[in-house]
Structures are given as structure tokens and as C-alpha cells.
């Protein structure tokens, strides 16, 4: 904080570093170093782009047009950088809020899906190569998926996340709804093995299947935990699953005997 000239944010800087090549990939939000890109095996200052406050959400990488880069959401916008040298590719801000802009950018194809809460929406923004560049343009503004502190996950042609409290089955090219349900409650999604785990915040484990034809659930449980709520998403990892709260770690097996 001190070197980039900033401060932390309300509730402490919570992204995923991202690591690429030789570079590691954080957001200190600083004047002039919104991104910033360092020498993994030094820490020196490799390059610096925009002026962005920080976020809380993580960069995820991709190639595009012979430019290799990144999406993220900022704190005031999703914004598409290039990994090389730190040039602003794309800019949209329609989609960012004044509180928190959390969940993590979904791409593929050429397209990325950006979403928050309070009140705000989701978009998919769709990248076309152009002049050396990038040009970006909007397929779809709306408020059927806004992702609070979880990220949707994409099977096949679908979305599926918490739209703040509510499972929802979104199509990804279009943002047509195919269902809601309320679910193990406000919650959190992983995709593993054609299944949805999920864990809602007050402890409630579910198990449902990833398909656009409902809501269908295989089961579910709870898990023990304190008075403050659960936001973690669920870890699947050769076989075991992992939940965390507040105060403890669980780990479960879940491999096929």
C-alpha cells in the first residue's frame, strides 16, 4: 500500500493474485497503479496501468486476437488490460457499483461476463480484435444475475449463480432466465463432475445437478458454524470436498467408490 500509494479497502484486499508467466498480477488501486504487474521471483515494478480504486475481484487470463490479456473488475469498472505492457484495452462501467464489485469475469469465445450486486446487473461484453487493439461492445445489460460475493459458474451454454439470495439458470449468450430457486439460501457455487455444490451462508450444503431443466436437488446437509456467515465457495480436489466458515475447516470425501 505504502510503495503504490493507497489504502487498503473497507473490507481488506480479498482478489486471487493472478500468476502469469514470469509476471504476478495484483490490484493495489493506486493512483496511477491500478494493476500493477511484478516480478514474480523479485517483486520489481514491471508495469503499471490505470487509476482505479481496488476491488474484490480476481483477474482471470486469455488470449484474444494475438493480445494476450486480462478482465477484471475494479472498484469502479470491468476494464480488459493487455499482459504485456499494461495497456487499457476496454472499459465498461455500466456494470460496477459503489459498494463492492466482487465476483470474478467469465470468458469465453470472445465474450465476457462481468456482474455485481446492489442493485446493478450483469452484462456480457463482447471483444472483437480491431486495429491492433480491441474493441469491445455490449450484447446484454440485466439484472436477472447480480452476483454479490459469489461467482457464477458456466456448463455448457448456461450460467448458473446466486442472483444475490436466488439460484438462478442463466443462458450466457442471451441472459434469458431458464429458472430460479431459492436453494440451500444466499449462498455459493462450485461446478465438479456434472454437479452444483453449494453452501449457503447459514451452513446448508447442497448437492444439484448442472442442467437447465430445473432446479433438481440430490441432496443436502449442514454443517456446524459460528454466529457470522459463511462466504466461501465449496473446493473440489481429487475427491474430497472442503468447506470453510468463520472458524473451521471441514473436508469431506466425495470419490465415486
Known sequence: MKRFETDVIHWGMSESPLMDGDHLIVMPGGKGAAIVALDKKTGNTVWKSGGDRAGYSSAIAFDLGGIHQMAILTGQAAIGVNLKNGELLWRYDKVSNRTANIATPIYRDGHVFVSTAYGTGCALLKLTPEGG????????????????????????????????????????????????????????????????????????VGLAEATPEGYKEISRFNIQRNQFPTWTPPVISSGKMYLREQDNLYCYDIAQK
Open 133 to 204: 487493439g480491441e474493441k469491445m461492445t455490449e450484447v446484454y445489460f440485466n439484472r436477472e444475475m447480480m452476483n454479490h460475493y459469489s461467482s457464477s459458474v458456466l456448463v455448457g451454454d448456461y450460467l448458473y449463480g446466486f442472483s444475490n439470495a436466488i439460484l438462478t439458470a442463466m443462458k450466457f449468450m442471451t441472459g434469458d432466465v431458464v429458472w430460479k430457486d431459492r436453494s440451500v439460501g444466499k449462498g455459493s457455487v462450485t461446478y465438479a463432475d456434472g454437479k452444483l455444490y453449494l453452501l449457503g451462508e447459514d451452513g446448508t
